[in-house]
């Protein structure tokens, strides 16, 4: 038996503290249902139709990609940081590759960090996407999701025209990334933002002012600004209650300081507000990789700095410094010097901070990922109570909960 | 990387940075460690002194640090570092724009620290999945229990002497009704 969290109920005739033990029913939603995207079980205790208490349960998709990391070599976590938040992999690996390199105190080329900021804002736009249009389908809206997957499709296509794989990207390396601009492709670029755009138009018109939804998202959920930073939130929760705190702004990494995006903020907090605050947001992302693609400099997409990239193959085979460092590097692996770095990047939930550990060994100490909507989850309870059973699946829907991502 | 890199990397963590001043002026027998490698100020303090150094650092206006960012351990076993487990904690301040990493060094055998649930709400999950994989005890927390993996797993995964690939056996069903007896008699 676990014990029920109470808070305060808005509604009135509830109040917190009496004996419901009469009264309440209990349901268990998930972890095997269809509004639960992903697995994570929520038992609720009902008073009629109203939340009075709440207890998630998560680690359902536990995968230990934490021990996994610390008993892999340095390079052989980027593909297990794919499967970290899988609407949105390449924020993973740029994300993974920035720490390590914090760790080194390297910086990749300019190119590299352009390209990643084109395609971590492509993934975000998609991590976006997925989320609105799931929210969408939820509560009825299922034109939206099917447009909006529409939408996500053309980005996924360059995503797979940049790193071979739609979802399973392993995109970045140390110092740079896996390989540069394929042929074409920021004009494939420029013409998928021009489709984006109109589908996020014709969107803005379905649904922005359309009462059903409105009446199913405005006021719930809403969560003060206190309780937001008490909880730890981040990312386009935390701008919805009106902080307009960003990772990209407040800690300027990769290029983002030569770049110019506005960020939006909501004022109470609720479904209606998330959704706005991240549908401007795809609209400035996609102001964000315009810039980028037009300041696209010339110059090495990876860093020529010995024992970070693994060497030419004409050097592996024809000087013996080469074949040294390319043996090193397989058997070995990448050493970062020792020392202990904390590295957060805006993800598409929030700060998506890595923590790592290294002895100067080939084998990192520890591999620490800070998940963004772990603590979105926890304050599940608090932004439920006192809510329609209903107003789960909105609110839920708008946490954008990522299995992966949670429970690593 | 070479001899010199390292080097230069202890003349960078020599330097105290303002919050480090700060911690030292206010809890002169607290603070045992400082660095700020690659820019992150680090300071590790005792234990008996992290509760109140908490407190002071959300509170005080002079660190008004607003989020509890992260919360985690590190198990040294294999570093051959005594004591064995070092607890670090990440907060960020908005109002101030800075980070500062908390680190304390915990005992092997006397891996418990006070719980800090009643600063921060977050901290209530962070605090549980610590416990579940390092199998550190929070002191004062309300309701410790696993969070990531299920009840009767056997052992904390994150620590460097559970192998990665030990298997432990198959639940079980539970009965429905242990689960919840909400509105019915029996």
Known sequence: ?408 | MSEGSSKKDMEESTEAGELTNLLQREFPNAVTGFHSHRGDETVVIERDAFESVCSFLRDDSRCSFEIMMDLTAVDRLEMEVTPRFEMVYHFKSLTHARRLRLKVHLAEDDCKIASIHHLWKAVDWYERECYDMFGIQFEGHPDLRRILMYEEFEGHPLRKDYPIDKQQPLLELKEVEERHTYGRDS
């Open chain 1, 1 to 408: 038996m676990t014990e029920m969290n109470t808070l305060e109920s808005p509604i009135k005739g509830i109040k917190s503290g009496e004996d419901y033990s009469a009264s309440v029913m209990s349901i268990e939603i998930g972890p095997a249902h269809p509004a639960m995207h992903g697995i994570v079980r929520f038992t609720t205790h009902l008073d009629g139709e109203v939340i009075v208490g709440m207890d998630p349960e998560i680690g359902y998709l536990h995968r230990g990609f934490e021990k996994e990391s610390e008993n892999s070599k340095w390079i052989q976590v980027i593909p297990y940081t794919d499967r970290l938040n899988y609407v949105s992999p390449l924020l993973n690996n740029i994300g993974y590759s920035m720490a390590v390199e914090k760790l080194y105190g390297i910086e990749a080329p300019r190119r590299a960090e352009f390209t990643r900021v084109i395609m971590g804002e492509i993934s975000r736009i998609t991590d976006h996407l997925t989320c609105l249009g799931a929210v969408a389908m939820e509560i009825g809206a299922f034109t939206f999701f099917l447009w909006f997957i529409k939408a996500r499709e053309y980005l996924w296509e360059l995503v797979e025209e940049m790193s071979g794989a739609r979802l399973t990207t392993n995109w970045t390396r140390f110092g740079g990334n896996a390989n540069d601009l394929p042929d074409g492709f920021l004009n494939d670029l420029s013409d998928r933002l021009a489709k984006l755009k109109d589908v996020m138009s014709e969107c803005d018109k379905l649904l922005t002012r359309n009462k059903i939804f409105i009446d199913r998202v405005k006021g719930v959920g809403s969560f003060s600004k206190e309780d937001a930073l008490s909880f730890g939130f981040t990312g386009p929760l935390l701008r919805a209650c009106g902080i307009p705190y960003d990772v990209r702004r407040a800690d300027p990494y990769s290029v983002y300081d030569e770049l110019d995006f506005e960020i939006p903020v909501g004022s109470v907090g609720d479904c209606f507000d998330r959704f706005l605050v991240r549908m401007e947001e795809i609209r400035q992302s996609i102001h964000i990789i315009e810039q980028a693609a037009d300041k696209m400099p010339e110059g090495p997409f990876m860093t020529d700095e010995r024992m970070l990239h693994y060497p030419d193959k004409k050097d592996v085979y024809g000087n013996i410094e080469g074949l040294i460092d390319h043996f090193k590097l397989v058997m070995e692996g990448h050493q970062p010097p020792a020392g202990e770095i904390y590295m957060p990047i805006e993800g598409g939930n929030g700060e998506l901070g890595f923590y790592l550990v290294s002895d100067g060994g080939g084998d990192p100490v520890r591999v620490r990922l800070r998940p963004p909507c772990f603590n979105l989850v926890s304050a599940m309870p608090a932004m439920t109570i006192g809510h329609y059973v209903a107003d789960i699946v909105p609110i839920f829907g708008s946490v954008n909960m990522i299995g992966g991502e949670m429970d690593r």
